[in-house]
């Protein structure tokens, strides 16, 4: 039969354990916490530079038209009254 002594040094000795468990999964979750947000600044960073890029290539698109419908601008008129005219008849196609 273990002795009121014994018991108590196994109490105290797991009280220790606890309070240095609960140290180390506070330290862990602080690191889980900082590796998050870094992942996330990243994730903030990669959209932002996606955003550029699309922007860019969106902008330089818009001035390649620009450029052909100054160059030919005939050509360019009858295109879109082609395509609206070829639309619209698909658009109000009654069987």
Known sequence: MASA??????????RKEF??????LGSLMTSVKDQVGKQGDKAVDLAH??????????????????RYIEERPLTSVLVAFGSGFVIGMLLSNKN
């Open 49 to 66: 530079d996606a955003e550029k890029r699309v922007r860019d290539q969106t902008k330089l698109a818009g001035e390649s038209v620009e």
């Open 5 to 14: 002594d014994e018991f108590s040094k196994e109490m105290d000795q797991l």
């Open 19 to 24: 309070i240095t468990l609960r140290h180390e």
